[in-house]
Structure formats: C-alpha cells, structure tokens
C-alpha cells in the first residue's frame, strides 16, 4: 500500500472514531479504537514506539515515544486539547525528521468535528 492510500485510510477511520465517541475523552481511548480500525482494514500499527534522539554518533534514550507508527512509514501523534499549539506542530515535524518519515498526522480528538483537528504534516518535500 502506498504512502497516499496509508493516509486515506489514516482520515477515513479517524472520522469514523470520532463520529462514533465524539470529542471529550482521553487520547488513550481514540488511540485504542483507532489502532482496532485500522487493524480491522489490514493495516499494520504500533504503538507508544520509542524514539531515540540521535546526534552523530551519540544516541540518547530521552524516553520519547511517538503515539502511532502505520505501515513503517506514517506517524500520528493523538491530542486532546482545547487547540494545537505551535510546540505540537514541532513535536511532529521532529519525530518525521528523527525517524526520516515523510508523513505525519497530528490529530487533536477535542473538536466538534473532526476535520477541524486532523493537521496533515511533510517533511522534506
């Protein structure tokens, strides 16, 4: 499956989450019902997947862990707050750019409709 058809799947099953919880709850629970729909569609997901900062040589175990790896090749970082700040955006951009991926989806859970939340994300194009 190509990155495209990995990202159509990524909204379509995040709107259908969303539609069925509504906004209001933790980012564990869209996370758990998003991870069963995309699995349900045969996609492959992990989960909370360490992050190591890596300066040449020197690799540092800082704890990071991105929400959601897809396909090897898609991050999603899941929020829930009242609006996405600039330092969300960063976040997003730096896990792309550490793990060398090209797309990413921050997704803030906490809106009225979901479109309003889903933030597509690039790197290096």
Known sequence: MDIEEVGKQIVDSSIKVHRALGPGLLESAYQACLVYE?????????CEVEQPVI???????????????????????NKSVERVLPI????????????DYRLGFLINWNVH????GIHRMVNNL
């Open 88 to 99: 969300h955006v960063a976040q997003l951009l730096t896990y792309l750019r550490l793990r």
């Open 113 to 116: 409709l979901l479109k309003d």
């Open 38 to 46: 995309l699995r349900q569609r045969g996609l492959s997901v992990e």
């Open 55 to 77: 300066y040449e040589e020197l690799h540092i175990d800082a704890g990071y862990r991105l929400d959601m790896v897809f396909e090897n090749c898609v991050i999603i970082e």
